[in-house]
């Protein structure tokens, strides 16, 4: 029997019956890849550290789409290991386990020449991207999913720094190397148990981390850094958040990519093919 495109495309991209965790999922690319999730049909379990910052995502991803059930907000601090254990086995109890983590906790913080790094900003940055974002989950989901059976999938956040270290950020230059380097790392050590490891590399998008940087407080124009990376980005632009979804389903999709492991997708506006 012929399947109709809608089936063939149901078939291929729902989450239905999956339930995925968006750690930092209250940012501003995590509220985008936990709508897309929801409405591939997956429960999203969306973590942030503050309270309000989750009941602020859940509102919005109600208000955008319309649906309430299959939604969960937690206070959760990913770097934390004892919370993150804690949260999974809440979550559990409501959700059933999961299936599919987003590690979407990082930011940067400031800009310096190399000579005026703070440490302790620069500690706070890999902590942030490398721990909270990626190792803490990454352990306690694992082990579960390893000791269960489960052959679930993980989505990191890499950034064009993993390929081409961008000046002045030099904590957020190291730790989205290593956010790269341990998503191959993982895929190779996880892949005998069938779980897959993957990363999304976004361009530049204007997020709550990254937005004093680009753009000027009290004016709202873009600053100098803000022109020249839409200088140097091909399409000419600041990528629209919502343009992260459809990699976003790719990755999640064991149908659509069950035989992909240990790559990063760069959703760049051709940032990193720039050339003169
Ligand atoms: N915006 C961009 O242009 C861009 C580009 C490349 C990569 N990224 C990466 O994408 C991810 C999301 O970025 P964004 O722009 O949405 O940033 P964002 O600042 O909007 O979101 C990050 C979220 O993580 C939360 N968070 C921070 N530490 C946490 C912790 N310990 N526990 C739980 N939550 C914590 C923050 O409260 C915030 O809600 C980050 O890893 C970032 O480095 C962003």
């Known amino acids: 029997m012929n399947m109709s495109s809608k089936e063939y495309l149901d078939n291929m991209f729902s989450l239905k019956g999956k339930t995925a965790i968006i750690s930092g999922g209250a940012g501003v690319i995590g509220t985008v890849m936990s709508k897309a999730l929801l409405q591939a049909g997956a429960k999203v379990v969306i973590w942030s550290r503050s309270e309000q910052s989750v009941s602020e995502a859940v509102q919005k991803i109600i208000d955008d789409t319309g649906m309430t059930h299959q939604l969960k907000g937690m206070q959760i601090d990913a770097g934390e290991e004892n919370a993150v254990q804690q949260g999974l086995a809440e979550l559990e109890s409501e959700f059933g386990s999961p299936d599919?983590?987003?590690?979407a906790v990082g930011g940067n913080i400031g800009k310096t020449d190399f000579i005026d790094t703070d440490?302790?900003?620069?500690?706070?940055?890999?902590?942030m991207n490398l721990v909270a974002g990626l190792v803490v989950p990454t352990k306690i989901l694992a082990s579960h999913w390893i000791k269960n059976g489960i052959k679930g999938t993980i989505i990191n956040l890499t950034s064009m720094t993993s390929y081409l270290p961008l000046s002045g950020v030099w904590g957020y230059d190291a730790a989205k190397a290593g956010v790269l380097n341990l998503t191959q790392a993982t895929a190779k050590e996880f892949a005998a148990h069938g779980i897959r490891v993957n990363a999304i590399a976004p361009g530049f998008f204007l997020?709550?981390?990254?937005?004093?940087?680009?753009?000027?407080?009290?004016?709202g124009e873009y600053t100098d850094r803000g022109n020249q990376v839409i200088a140097r980005t091909p399409y000419g632009r600041f990528g629209d958040p919502e343009e992260?979804?459809?990699?976003?389903?790719?990755?999640?999709?064991?149908?659509?990519?069950?035989?992909?492991?240990g790559v990063s997708i760069p959703v760049d506006g051709g940032f990193l093919i720039d050339n003169i």
């Open 244 to 261: 992260l979804a459809g990699a976003t389903l790719f990755l999640a999709s064991n149908k659509a990519s069950g035989f992909v492991t």
């Open 100 to 103: 599919i983590l987003v590690n």
């Open 119 to 127: 440490i302790d900003t620069f500690k706070k940055v890999l902590e």
């Open 207 to 219: 997020g709550k981390q990254n937005r004093a940087i680009l753009v000027n407080q009290e004016t």
